[in-house]
């Protein structure tokens, strides 16, 4: 019942999506892949008072598109609004000032959009339908969080009190249901099939990944093969296909999409790799949620599966489960012993390098806004490789 909303929505889409299902990840890498735009977006002023920045600044991620990312901000609280008052106040919960989070989605494809030409025809005001994907993404993202803390029985989201845990698990449900249902109105708004059969993969894939994880099997729990498939269905896929549905408004070719959608899918198995580490390493103060709560739900992650290469022994700790605290401290005791923390680190420093390569991999440009941008999302692989929460 949980997973209703998002079950609906992929089945509904996925007539409509011509494209295929996201590759698996290579297993050779270390241990182992017609909107037209409202007058308020207007890119030229935006464009010009880029130019106008420090040198410092032109290098901040979030100076470069802030006043854009502010905008995202104010029309999403504007598109949450529902008939019944109830239902407006559950599903803007996340979006009301002070509970925004960092709007990462945002700025990561606003930043996309800034980093290539815009080779189509100017008429169909392709930065007006980019900033509606990063708003479609953000609502989807949102829809994600709040069903998965109803699955998990979540206490805390992002420092705060999860909706769940506020309004109930019913009305947590249908708020999340609901920010679907606007997401994809908003996405028919674009006409444009490509876009559309992106998102509608992506939601199908968070559905896959929740679904994996529910239904794992004690050989699937020790596998990495099988964590890091599930972890780009539930982290990568949403981020790296709307970089290409951003590549797609823009014109570009293919060779130009499948960079961005590269980037995208590394950039975002490299922040779930950081979580990893930061659910064993960081305090539920610092990290808004209860640290340790991956292996308290039975979830093992990369950090406990190269602890398990180094001591075959915690086989049959993780087989046996986490019910029982003493499993859940022989497990850890272990881990502390392993290199587990530094190598699921380093992997995640190759997951970030291969995003870094991918946008070095797109066309060459003189433009300086481009050319910022794109050291920019550079920048920001390195940013989440050095968070804290």
């Known amino acids: 019942?949980?997973?209703?909303?998002?079950?609906?929505?992929?089945?509904?889409?996925?007539?409509?999506?011509?494209?295929?299902?996201?590759?698996?990840?290579?297993?050779?890498?270390?241990?182992?892949?017609?909107?037209?735009?409202?007058?308020?977006?207007?890119?030229?002023?935006?464009?010009?008072?880029?130019?106008?920045?420090?040198?410092?600044?032109?290098?901040?991620?979030?100076?470069?598109?802030?006043?854009?990312?502010?905008?995202?901000?104010?029309?999403?609280?504007?598109?949450?609004?529902?008939?019944?008052?109830?239902?407006?106040?559950?599903?803007?919960?996340?979006?009301?000032?002070?509970?925004?989070?960092?709007?990462?989605?945002?700025?990561?494809?606003?930043?996309?959009?800034?980093?290539?030409?815009?080779?189509?025809?100017?008429?169909?005001?392709?930065?007006?339908?980019?900033?509606?994907?990063?708003?479609?993404?953000?609502?989807?993202?949102?829809?994600?969080?709040?069903?998965?803390?109803?699955?998990?029985?979540?206490?805390?989201?992002?420092?705060?009190?999860?909706?769940?845990?506020?309004?109930?698990?019913?009305?947590?449900?249908?708020?999340?249901?609901?920010?679907?249902?606007?997401?994809?109105?908003?996405?028919?708004?674009?006409?444009?099939t490509e876009v559309v059969s992106l998102l509608a993969t992506a939601v199908n894939n968070l559905v896959t990944g929740e679904l994996m994880q529910m239904s794992i099997t004690p050989a699937q729990r020790c596998s990495m093969d099988y964590y890091l498939q599930k972890t780009y269905y539930k982290t990568a896929a949403l981020i790296s296909n709307s970089c290409k549905a951003i590549a797609v408004l823009a014109g570009q070719t293919t060779e130009v999409q499948a960079l961005a959608y590269q980037y995208g899918r590394h950039l975002g198995i490299a922040y779930q790799l950081i979580d990893d580490i930061l659910d064993f390493t960081g305090t539920t103060a610092s990290l808004g949620k209860a640290s340790l709560s991956d292996i308290h739900q039975g979830i093992v992650t990369a950090p406990m599966l190269f602890a398990m290469e180094e001591f075959p022994e915690l086989h049959e700790i993780v087989e046996q489960g986490f019910d029982d605290p003493a499993n859940v401290e022989m497990a850890l005791k272990y881990l502390s012993k392993s290199q587990g923390i530094e190598k699921t680190r380093l992997l995640a420093a190759e997951h970030a390098k291969l995003a870094a390569d991918a946008i070095d991999g797109l066309p060459e440009s003189e433009d300086q806004v481009i050319l910022n941008s794109r050291q920019a999302l550079k920048d920001l692989t390195q940013k989440f490789m050095r968070r804290t929460k």
């Open 1 to 192: 019942m949980m997973l209703s909303g998002r079950l609906l929505l992929a089945g509904l889409l996925r007539s409509a999506s011509t494209a295929s299902s996201a590759p698996r990840m290579p297993k050779n890498m270390g241990c182992w892949d017609k909107f037209t735009g409202s007058s308020c977006y207007s890119h030229s002023n935006n464009t010009s008072s880029k130019a106008r920045l420090t040198a410092k600044e032109q290098l901040d991620p979030l100076a470069l598109i802030k006043d854009e990312v502010s905008e995202v901000t104010d029309r999403l609280r504007s598109m949450v609004v529902a008939e019944v008052p109830e239902l407006t106040s559950a599903a803007g919960y996340f979006f009301k000032a002070g509970a925004e989070g960092k709007r990462t989605c945002p700025t990561v494809l606003l930043l996309m959009a800034s980093a290539m030409e815009m080779t189509d025809d100017l008429e169909n005001r392709p930065r007006a339908r980019q900033m509606r994907v990063a708003e479609i993404t953000e609502m989807i993202h949102i829809s994600s969080l709040i069903h998965d803390d109803v699955l998990d029985d979540a206490d805390t989201r992002r420092g705060m009190d999860s909706l769940n845990f506020t309004v109930g698990k019913k009305l947590a449900v249908l708020a999340g249901d609901f920010l679907l249902s606007r997401a994809f109105s908003a996405a028919a708004s674009l006409d444009n």
